[in-house]
């Protein structure tokens, strides 16, 4: 065997552990905030409003990097996007880890959020360069490691922060990505041979409007007032803007995002679930960590450290790869039909699980268990449902698409839980009132009661999808998504058990 063939041999094999440790190590850093945030409030002097945009503002940033990063991912520059996104990702980490203050720490944290942009080029890339079999496996495995990676940096961090300071825990970042940059630069492969298309500058320059004026008016909404002219004329503005994009991005030949693709109930639901989970997801796990780190005598809190923080999130991602495991089994015998609103059900139990029984330390382990499970499920099936329903070439943006409404959700989310439990803060004191833990659990369960709804009512009858007769019952989703859209690749076995 000669020396090309060798290292072109060793290349493919060391090509999904490479890209699933980018996706790792962006789940970790993007999570890095979470169980930090009392301690940068403490640290910086900030109220823990304030502190909760270390978090917001990386997956605001992500959100608008995605759609860009998985459009111009679909030609030739996807890899020099990536070494570029992981290099940028090692510079916030280094400018989060300096001791600065607050304000760089919120600037480095931005510069990280670009690394959640790489997710739909990951995907692509196991599209292009994995047989197809092989492919559709390691795209579901991606699409679970943004979750299970989650929870999995979390006991990693507390014990850097404890021991020495919760700068380190962003140098510990810095390592890893720098890592991850460094396997890219190896392992990695060109695509010179696709087509470049034209980018839609105005279509990323609106919808990043759109994304930082909704946000800014969820997060500021209580310390601005809700009826002040300052918040709604945002509001109104960021609605106009939100109104044009989509207009405009239905009329180009070549959008930031193909909103036509939605016209696919299949597609839709996809994305609908992914933007409603997603809230949900963050919102139950920054109430989770800020209710942990709460002191005792808040009557409410259990003033526990950072690492017990960690801790109590590792059954998240226990449970989502567990569910990914079994979802393939579900899967099978209930069809994703009923599969996806199970998910949102038990993801429902968490949120209930949570706003009833958060006396004791064990029922938070409880409850973050179960949410993993149903968030597991939730995130298993939904890179099917769409790789399926898209022609190869556009697996990237209708990815890239969903991921943007995932961490719209989980930014969403973030923010949503600073905005409840501040408006239950009295004036004048630093901790919420415990109400304030049990109405945003309860808004977390209006969430998940509407996405498993929509999970039931979007994708229509079996029989009203048109050229769709009713699916048998040993049909898998891949084979319904094939016939939705005869561009995409035919599924193989394994798509017809993984559904």
Known sequence: MSTDTAD??????????????????MAVISSLGSPLIPTIAAADHVPLSEAQWSLTITLLVGAVATPTMGRLGDGPLRRPLILLALSIVLV??????LPFGFGPLVTGRALQGVGLGL???????????????????????????TVAGVGLGYPSTGLITEGFGYHASFWFGALFSGVALVSAVFVVPRTR????RPFDVVGAVLFGAVLAGLLLVLSEGESWGWTSPALLGLLVASLACLAVWIVYELRIGQPLVDLRKLRNRVVLTADAIGLVAGIGMYLLLSLVTRLAQSPTGADHGFGVSVVVTGLILLPFSAGSLLASR????????????LTLPLSCVVILGSMLLFSLSRSGLWELFLVMGVAGLGVGCVFALVPGLIVNSVAAREVGSAMGFNQVLRY???STGS???????????????????PSGYGAAAMLGCVICVIA???????PGRRRSEPGVPARAEGTSAAVQAQRLDPESPTPTKADQVCG
Not at 120 to 134: F, H
Not at 415 to 433: F, N, Q, R
Not at 452 to 458: G, K, Q, S
Request: aromatic fraction near 4%; charged fraction near 10%.
């Open 8 to 25: 072109a041999a060793w290349r493919r094999r060391a090509l999904v552990p490479v890209l699933v440790y980018l996706i790792a190590v």
């Open 92 to 97: 916030g980490s280094v400018l989060a880890a």
């Open 119 to 145: 997710s739909p080029l990951t995907i692509a890339t196991a599209q292009d360069s994995l047989p197809a079999e092989r492919s559709r496996s390691t795209i579901a495995l991606l699409s679970i490691t």
């Open 193 to 196: 041979h696709l087509a470049s």
């Open 326 to 337: 079994a979802i393939p089994l579900v899967a099978d015998r209930l069809s994703w039909r």
């Open 408 to 410: 719209v959700g989980f």
């Open 415 to 433: 923010a949503l839980s600073a905005t409840v439990l501040e408006s239950h803060t009295m004036a004048g004191h630093v901790l919420p009132d």
């Open 452 to 458: 498993a709804v929509v999970a039931v009512v979007l």
